[in-house]
């Protein structure tokens, strides 16, 4: 139930960015829509289907689908708003982040799957909405350059993990696992915490790559 | 069999769009294929993965990749054809688009799925192989901008889905949503018809999509 | 037992080549393990995807997503040894596509699919890693552009299906397509064998392709 309330606002949240990514673009409506849904659902849905999990998320619950492209379709018209306001934009978009990241566990593990694959579970369901935004809108991925955004997801599938396997009951869990991950993720924000970044120099390696291809 | 025979002249006639597209990147024979088949059949693919619909089309019925691989090639000898009968090509596609709707709104019917999966299996079928032949080819996704190219699926779908609803025969369905979707594509083609575009200026939210990633 | 250890070593080879990648631009730890795990087993992954095969590799065997994300933070420590044994990497990276390819054809025989389908399934195999590293990490995809690397893969499915289909003992038929395969793909490499290009000039077709979208 809780959780539920959580899912809806982050694929609410998520729809948002989504939906200004796509206006950045020149999008038509339905291209809003898309890749509103895309951010918001993208995530559970290529979880899903790296599962074998059917029915995906949305299919078996298509309000879910309504949700987030009316959701696009209104940033469309409170764009300025939303921008505005985008403090408690980020508080959203955090809660979202976890919450994702909590469900994905949560159908790795009721699938009996290893641990280390409830847990990409977590992160691919915390992250892939995020880059299928930026591959459809042809942006840098941001999810693989900025702020703690995997790792984030990655800390909440451990700890939730973590925590159902030592038998703490799941409400404590659940709301453990989303303060500590909303309290983190906006350290990060705030903090600006990054990963180290790989940078590799152009010119000599460009022959390795070629000549393997 | 009247579906049939359409959706092998829309698979062809798809097919030698991302032949075109793959030409304009320089790709080679292989990429030629890729491109062909992925426009062609992308989305019927991509509807059946999302519905766990197995075997895909065309692993069941593997000539229809044959003949997208081989309308690929030819396009690379008969291109400067094809761009000079560009009218009879774009009627050809646009009955493509149609008969893939109609046929993502039935694989969706048979399983007895909702009424709004069924609509967007339409449009995800007769919309996403496009947007993956400009993934791969690196364009703005066009799909995206463009023409009523996906309201036109969507009004394919939910036609087709309200007349089977009211238990019209099979038929007549079919025609009746054939006739209409295609005087609708032609008259947007002719006709310019647009969705409205959803514009965002750049300075402003950057800051809201970088703080979010 | 000899596949499975040629398959690691593909995995890694292929990983690394991914880092690679993902060092061009710039991206997080987080970043580069996602690539190089895409690059590495995201041909398994498409294929297992498509045909409806499940679970998937990784997910029924995790340790080989911890090879390739180890791998892939490895080479960011390595890049400059990487770059500079770059013929050892190259002969690695053979091995692997040989090895892809194999598996791919092997997967789609033990399901009873048709010839033209585990054909297809060896070329998805081959190619697709190389292909969704150059997506995510937005580059021309060069597994389209550059020497046979598509046309090895074809090569490798359909010599180990014939030589299956006409009884040859199964180690015999693995071992002569890895000594045939890679043999092609060296020379491929050595004296620059390439695929007629398919070049369409700008200008005339943009209107063709406009219109259809």
Not at 66 to 83: H, S, Y
Not at 145 to 166: C, N, P, Q, R, T
Request: charged share 15%; proline share 3%; hydrophobic share 55%.
């Amino acid at each position: 139930m809780l959780l539920t309330t959580l899912y809806i606002i982050g694929i609410t949240a998520e729809a948002m960015t989504g939906a200004l990514a796509a206006g950045k673009r020149h999008m038509d409506w339905f291209g809003v829509m898309l890749v509103a849904s895309a951010t918001a659902i993208g995530g559970g849905t290529v979880r899903d289907v790296l599962l074998g999990h059917y029915p995906l998320g949305w299919v078996a619950n298509p309000q879910y689908l309504v949700i987030t492209c009316l959701a696009g379709l209104l940033t469309t018209v409170i764009a300025k708003w939303v921008i505005r306001f985008h403090k408690i934009f980020i508080i959203l978009d955090a809660i979202g982040l976890i919450v994702f990241s909590i469900i994905g566990c949560r159908v790795a593990m009721d699938m009996g799957l290893p641990a280390i694959i409830c847990i990409v579970s977590a992160v691919v369901t915390g992250v892939f909405g995020g880059l299928l935004r930026d591959l459809i809108t042809r942006r840098q991925p941001m999810v693989l350059h900025k702020e703690l955004y995997a790792s984030i997801a990655l800390l909440a599938g451990v700890m939730y993990y973590g925590m159902m396997y030592f038998a703490v009951p799941e409400l404590i869990t659940t709301i453990a696992t989303l303060v500590v991950g909303f309290t983190a993720r906006m350290a990060a924000v705030q903090l600006r915490w990054r990963l180290p970044v790989f940078v590799l120099e152009e010119p000599k390696e460009d022959k390795l790559l070629e000549t393997r291809n």
